[in-house]
T-cell receptor, first 113, second 108 residues
Framework: DAGITQSPRHKVTETGTPVTLRCHQT?????MYWYRQDPGHGLRLIHY???????DKGEVSDGYSVSRSKTEDFLLTLESATSSQTSVYFC????????????FGPGTRLTVL | RKEVEQDPGPFNVPEGATVAFNCTYS??????FFWYRQDCRKEPKLLMS???SGNEDGRFTAQLNRASQYISLLIRDSKLSDSATYLC?????????FGAGTILRVKS
């Protein structure tokens, strides 16, 4: 258990509304990631963070923004949700000790109607 | 060519069978390789890291072939509880790239 929680776990929203997903970790990891997972695709990186206020884009960042004002929290915002953003969103942390290993939170299932 | 490719399956095998999955990757500079397991509607969980010499963990054996750029996972004596999707993961500069997964169904 890497001490990662995500909230909400499920959300249904309407097209055009803003949505914020939260990832919280308790073990002071520097690197945090947001992925989305869709059928037929591997997990795809949306954004990642390498420290407080330090973030960068992943391969599918359009339509998403992130913020990290505290080490333990990494927020993902959909400014104006679209149906193509219906997905399962996973947060991850990179393990300490020079490894590339990542551990995942339980996921948020988002439906945009 | 996809960065990481896996046969999606499903692989349907009886209990006790041996099953092998392969995964190919495109970046010859990759240095870290992993297999993750994902149960239905759950998060991916690390199954094992893959070392250049190959490694074994109980019934699971992982192999790396850098020359051919593929990784394999062998599961011996399959259990019902091994039914899951197995994700091949490769590091690229500054990121991990995930395959779409191979579905394994073990039947009694």
């Amino acid at each position: 258990d890497a001490g990662i929680t995500q909230s909400p776990r499920h959300k249904v929203t309407e097209t055009g509304t803003p949505v914020t997903l939260r990832c919280h970790q308790t073990e002071n990891h520097r690197y945090m990631y947001w992925y989305r997972q869709d059928p037929g695709h591997g997990l795809r990186l949306i954004h990642y963070s390498y420290g407080v206020k330090d973030t960068d884009k992943g391969e599918v960042s359009d339509g998403y923004s992130v913020s990290r004002s505290k080490t333990e929290d990494f927020l993902l915002t959909l400014e104006s949700a679209t149906s193509s953003q219906t997905s399962v969103y996973f947060c991850a942390i990179k393990a300490s000790g020079g490894t590339d290993t990542q551990y995942f939170g339980p996921g948020t299932r988002l439906t945009v109607l | 060519r996809k960065e990481v490719e896996q046969d999606p399956g499903p692989f349907n095998v009886p209990e006790g069978a041996t099953v092998a999955f392969n995964c190919t990757y495109s970046n010859s500079a990759s240095q870290s390789f992993f297999w993750y397991r994902q149960d239905c509607r759950k998060e991916p969980k690390l199954l094992m890291s893959v070392y250049s010499s190959g490694n074994e963990d109980g019934r699971f054996t992982a192999q790396l072939n850098r020359a051919s750029q593929y990784i394999s996972l062998l599961i011996r004596d399959s259990k019902l509880s091994d039914s899951a999707t197995y994700l091949c993961v490769v590091n690229y500069p500054n990121k991990l790239v995930f395959g779409a997964g191979t579905i394994l169904r073990v039947k009694s």
